[in-house]
């Protein structure tokens, strides 16, 4: 199953010994400030793990466990996906990730984006990559910014899935263009 690999992290499936870690992350409440629903419960989590390693094994790409080389540490998880059906469009992947708080600010998800980027150009072989966030979610919008992707301008949308009037159903959609290789 795909293992991708940069300097100081291993992005692979998941495995039961991150239950516990990535459990704790997703029942931070800061971590899950911009989430609806914000807080998971392990049983949760433990589904989110299942079915991220269902489609992984089924796709060949998918959202997985992030582990710092140096000492082993769940730092959190991230990926490609398919966008879910509340997203506009007919974009084949998006790119996410949710880290623990402890992980934060230090270039991670940079190091994240640009690894799992090159695996959707060269392996594949795809047009384009879009990410997504609450209007509100600046940190998210700043780093997608950061690894070079652009707001769409006019595909800003409502995620259905959060009840009208919640403060985090509008959303930004951002996308980059795969450069020439
Ligand atoms: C968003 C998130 C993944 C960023 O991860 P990170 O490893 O801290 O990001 P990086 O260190 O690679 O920083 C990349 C850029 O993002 C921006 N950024 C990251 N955190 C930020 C914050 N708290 N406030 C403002 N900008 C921020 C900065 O522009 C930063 O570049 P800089 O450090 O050179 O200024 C992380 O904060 C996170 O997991 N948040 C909770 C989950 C979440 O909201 N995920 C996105 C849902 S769509």
Known sequence: MLNLETSRLVLRPWQDRDRVPFAAINADEEVRRYY????????????????????????????????????????????????GAE????FPLEIGWILGRAYWRQGYATEISRCCLDFAWRRLGAECVIGYTSEINLPSRQAMEKIGMSRVERADFDDVTVPPGNILRPHVLYRIDRPAL
Do not use: C, H, M, W
Request: a negative charge; charged letters at 30%; zero cysteines.
């Open 87 to 90: 997203v506009p469009g007919d």
């Open 36 to 83: 609806y629903p914000r807080l998971l419960t392990s049983a949760e989590t433990d589904e989110l793990i299942d079915d991220a390693n269902e489609r992984l094994s089924r796709d060949g790409f998918g959202f997985l466990a992030v582990e710092r080389k140096a000492d082993g540490a769940l730092i959190g998880g991230a990926g490609l996906s398919r966008p």
